[in-house]
């Protein structure tokens, strides 16, 4: 039986990275039957990534036979994973978030959550010195999601280990890290071509407060006036998404990477509410920017209060 290796809904890109990364651990390393795969469509930077690394895009697949063998990394959170994953044979997680619970296994169990910026950071310390026959295009895409969840190196949940870990590989890459890391952050920017409300789901997690279910969307760029200058029709479409999607409000972030901040859209009172107690903002109008706010993981999502 293969396994399968998936990370959460809403692929970004350390869950399009880390099951591709883990999967070949697992099938060269480890000589165990493995397969990468993502639970919907990667975000521009993932998808910028796997192609520039030469790596084929992994299948999109959102149904799973009972029984199935499955490694998840990137998530334990049962709402950012299949509907039956129950169901599955879950044979271990690997991850970087707070505990949340809900999961069931079949039996005991391998389980990885380090307080670590990157999925696959923890993924190259589980290696140990077979981390050193990693190719090219495996160092490249683990480099990438370092990257990318750390916003080079800005986000506060960057640690020195990811930080030494991804100077090492850039050096054996022989990449200029800055360079590179501006490539990806131009491509996660590019969103001309999505939708509302493919935009409000593209970075998403559902997490609830008080009985009050959110859907908290995070837009990282180095143009934020491209999604703000959509704020009214973003706004206007937040109602279809959460009816669609089960959740009461949707909070979305548009963080400037450059700058080290977010925008949070308020269309309403509630949001206002949780702009205020949250964050300590003073709110005009119907966005606020919140200096210094970068990781939803460990700045907004401990924070939220309704």
């Not at 192609?51 to 499955?70: H, L, M, N, Y």
């Not at 999601?145 to 850039?170: H, V």
């Amino acid at each position: 039986m293969t396994v399968q290796v998936f990370g959460h809904k809403s692929p970004d890109t350390d869950s399009t990275g880390s099951p591709l990364i883990w999967a070949w651990y697992l099938n060269e390393i480890k000589g165990t039957a493995a397969e990468a795969v993502l639970l919907g469509e990667p975000n521009t930077e993932a998808a910028f990534v796997v192609e520039k690394w030469g790596v084929d895009r992994p299948a999109i697949k959102t149904e799973f036979a009972a029984g199935s063998q499955a490694v998840i990394v990137d998530t334990n959170n049962p709402a950012e994973l299949p509907a039956n994953v129950n169901d599955l044979d879950v044979l271990a997680i690997i991850d970087h978030h707070k505990l949340v619970g809900g999961l069931e296994t079949k039996g005991p169990i391998d389980i990885t959550i380090r307080p670590l910026a990157c999925t696959a950071t923890i993924m190259h310390d589980l290696m140990g010195d077979d981390a050193d026959k990693m190719p090219d295009t495996i160092k490249g895409l683990m480099l990438s999601c370092i990257l990318s969840d750390t916003l080079e190196f800005r986000s506060p949940t960057t640690t020195d280990q990811d930080k030494a870990l991804a100077e090492k590989l850039a050096a054996e890459l022989n990449l200029d890290l800055g360079a590179y890391a501006a490539e990806m952050f131009a491509a996660k920017s590019d969103v001309s071509a999505f939708s509302d409300a493919e935009l409000i789901r593209m970075d998403s997690k559902e997490y609830e407060v008080d009985g009050t279910k959110f859907r908290v969307s995070v837009l990282e760029t180095t143009a934020p006036e491209i999604p703000l200058g959509r704020k009214a029709s973003l706004m206007d479409s937040f109602a279809a998404v959460q009816d669609e999607d089960g959740v009461d409000q949707v909070l979305l972030f548009v963080v400037d990477i450059l700058k080290e901040e977010a925008t949070l859209l308020v269309p309403n009172d509630l949001v206002k509410t949780v702009a205020e107690k949250s964050f300590g903002a003073t709110v005009d109008g119907d966005a606020v920017v919140l200096p210094g706010i970068m990781s939803r993981k460990k700045q907004i999502i401990p924070n939220l209060k309704v």
